[in-house]
């Protein structure tokens, strides 16, 4: 039962390990980590509601679970086809329009909760 535990413990870390790649090398996370605080920032500014912060929370969450699915795949890529295929840069260019779908609702999502208190500021 012990070595269950460690185990799970172990795979803690090198989920962790994952994330802090992700931030600490991937271009695009350090940018969307920096749009993540600017919309928590402008969350708490304008007080959003709880409903509003679980929308907020998916719609971060989700960007960064895609980037990570992106570099994961990208990785894989350059390690199996170095050169330059076809087949694989259909398989980068998909993952990364994949994030970019995400962002895209990420920010609907944004502009729908934000926008209105933007405007009622003028």
């Known amino acids: 039962m012990g070595d269950y535990f460690l185990k799970r413990g172990k795979s803690f870390v090198y989920a962790w390990q994952g994330i802090i790649f992700l931030f600490h090398n991937e271009a695009n996370a350090k940018i969307h980590l920096f749009a993540a605080v600017c919309v928590i920032a402008a969350g708490a500014l304008f007080k959003i509601e709880c409903w509003e912060w679980c929308a907020v929370i998916f719609a971060i969450g989700g960007v960064f679970m895609a980037e990570g699915f992106n570099t ?6 350059d390690k199996v086809s170095p050169e330059k295929n076809s087949l694989i840069k259909i398989a980068k260019d998909v993952a990364a329009g994949s994030v970019l779908l995400f962002v895209i609702s990420a920010v609907a999502v944004g502009l729908i909760i934000f926008l209105p208190r933007i405007i009622s500021l003028f």
């Open 72 to 77: 994961a795949i990208e990785k894989i890529c």
